[in-house]
């Protein structure tokens, strides 16, 4: 249960918080160049001179333009100067490394700085200046399709982690840039969506990887999140921007919008926005409208000083005015790749080996039977901004042929497993969302016609658009002002087929719905509205373009649509009992299973969250039959977020693998065939359903006005308050050698309120491998003033060790981290009193409490 409040008053100490340092000389060369601008000049290193650059100024010795690449994995390959689309470059190959939940999983902050390191050196040889990474979201649902470029649940963890990424990538003289500020823990919506946070929760959970990086990683930039944040756009937003960022942090950079997150030129300025990034022709609210409010007195001169010193600022940081000698760079290079592997392999979390089949014994392998897509799909290029262009990608299968050689005896089935209808890929779509082909994005989606009643009469009510034809309107109307029930809709989109035959739409529809293809009505539920799936089938020629309408009417009960269409080529899905047959003649059986980076079902990706946490159609039956028929059979499992797992518990060995860059194949095979030891941690909860996390459990997710009533009670510490039991918990991972992690001994058992106490305890490896421990420290407080979780992370340390042998973990709990955010004074807050330590190997998985008194 949640530790409950006191009735007795503790003696309590506000804690002065620390801020971040300011470099005095690059302080004093921004001011020196400032001083020779003019208004004019001054405005335009406030907005892009193309989509990914700020021009360049020759009489303060900024003689190049300034870059920004997307990329917290990987730099990005180049993009058009005027809009996403992509660039004409061949030449633009990185280094893609495992994802930031890969990377988080790790839980090695020396690593994460090697990894940051890395990409420093890579965007240097790319001629970038800003690294757009990384992303430090605290997860809040499962669902956000960017749950795997974020770093988990826990906002100690993202900030040790991200602090050492920052400072790697900031020691080649690139900027890293920490992302979304603030509140942008879902893509439903996200350019509109208004969260409503608590001051204590936002302070605790949602800003505190934030402050982490800005006052201890010491980031040069900070991007504003696309969404609302009570009420005001966030690249609008004074209370974040101005007060807490750069007023009570002393943070000495600039913020950036996120491409096309600025929405007016005063609202901006004003709101603490310092630079305005967009596709290169879409640019518009601070280049002659900002000169022109200064003018009209409606953004003072000062502010636009301000802004512009603190661009000026970072150019100084990393050596981009004068003459300045600035660390060369590298790409693709040898150890870049290895390193790639690395992260793979420490990322990979061993979440179940109770029969000790893993690790495999190459000379007793045999006949090895893969089974699922993901053995042989690559991920790197989807993700949209994530996406990464190497210079070759290692898939399971080709790793694992690669690794044991040309006599390997190996099977690949990929299924389907059910006649899967995917939704159409972006790459098909021919429609344009003419609101963001003003701006100059270029993005492909489905256009949308609402009208009121029911038959698609009169005018139209409401017009937009849709990346996806997916929706679920159960809970909420999308048209304001009207109920379901009380409103039809027509999607409508142009495709270009990829290839020519008889393509077969689904449209799951709750309410009246018919399909037409290039005008013809091809499957029709209009006249008798049910719960039902439609199917139709037409003739599509390859390289033609044909038009896509969707008629839909919800019931006023509820609204769900889903459209997924299959291509002649697509494979007949195997039954779960052939399945089961197949594997009885091999003496290895491997399925892999889980998420694919893209759009729809089981799949992740920026712009769209997840409709469920369920795997793809047909999977969780076939999962199932292979365990029945080969109980010995390893299951690899493959997401960046919680998945759902009906059959875990009859699963005997089971992997967890991320999305693990472009050598993850080679990383696996090492770990399958013990040459490497897993030693993951799971850097957020695995719930056994989407209702055991606390935005669905209280249904308080959603497409418009999202409240964080749950409060601090995230991740295990919602798990923990309600004594849910998760599938896997935050912190878990297996080796393929045991641990034993002695009870901690504490440098004073009382001391007084605002002081440090160390903590030392020794780790063995009891087993016969070498491996890697992660000690976790948890702390909580045994009867507070107001309610805390019961334990919250507090400090952890990774530690390799051979067979047999032992290491010495000191680890220190300072003030702050007996502090929690009080909003009567609006500042952090430690309060006298009992509180227990305990030490693990996970949030579930610890040893005895030990107490410490506070005086």
Known sequence: MATQPSSSQPKSITLK?????????????????????????KVTLLAGSGTMTIAPHPKIGQDEEFWFSDGPHTVRPEVDRNNFNPGTCTTDHSTVLPTLSALAATWDVELAGTFGETLGLEARDRGKDVLLGPGVNPMRTPLNGRNYEY????PFLAGQLATAYIKGVQSKNVAACVKHFAGNEQELERSSVDTYIDERTLREIYLAPFETAVVEGEVLTVMNGYNRFRGEYCSHNSYLNNQVLKSEWNFPGFVVSDWGSLHETVAGALGGLDVEMHAGEAIQYYKTPLVEAVQAGKVPAEVVDNMTRRVLYVMAKIGKLGDFERTPGVRNAPEHHALARKVATEAMVLLKNKQNILPLDKSKAGRILLIGSNADTKHV???????GKPLFETT??????????????IEYIPGPFAEIYNHPPEDVIETIDSSDLEHGAAQKAWGIEFFEGSELQGKVFKSTFARQLSADWSEESPVE?????????????????PESGVYNFSLQAVGAARIYVDGELI????????NETLIGSASLDEGNIHSIVVEYAPSSEAGELKFGWRLPSALEPIL????AKRTKDADTVIFFSGNKVGFGRAHESEGADRPSMDLPEGEDEAVAAVLAARPDTIVVTQSGSPITLPWADDADTMLHYWFSGMDGGAALARVLFGEANPCGKLPFSMPRKLEDSPAHALNNYGPERVDYEEGVFVGYRWHDEKQIAPLFPFGHGLSYTTFEIATPELSESSISVGSSVTLRTTVKNTGTQAGAEVVQLYLGAIEPALPRPPRELKAFKKVFLQAGESAEVELTLDAKDFAYWDVDSSAWKVDSGDYTVELGSSSRTLGPAVSITLL
Do not use: Q
Request: net charge negative; hydrophobic share 45%.
């Open 17 to 41: 918080s620390p801020v971040a340092p300011v470099d005095e000389k690059a302080l004093a060369r921004a001011n020196e160049a400032l001083a020779k601008l003019s208004l004019e000049e």
């Open 576 to 579: 779960p009992e052939d399945l």
């Open 523 to 530: 499957a029709d539920a209009w006249n008798k509205p049910a």
């Open 151 to 154: 770093m988990g649940e826990d």
């Open 396 to 409: 399971p299968l080709a790793g694992l042929r690669a690794y044991l050689g040309e006599g390997a005896k």
């Open 481 to 497: 002002g009207l109920k379901l029930g009380e409103f039809s809709c027509r999607w409508t989109v142009d495709l270009k087929a």
């Open 381 to 387: 290029a989807g993700g949209w901004s994530a996406e």
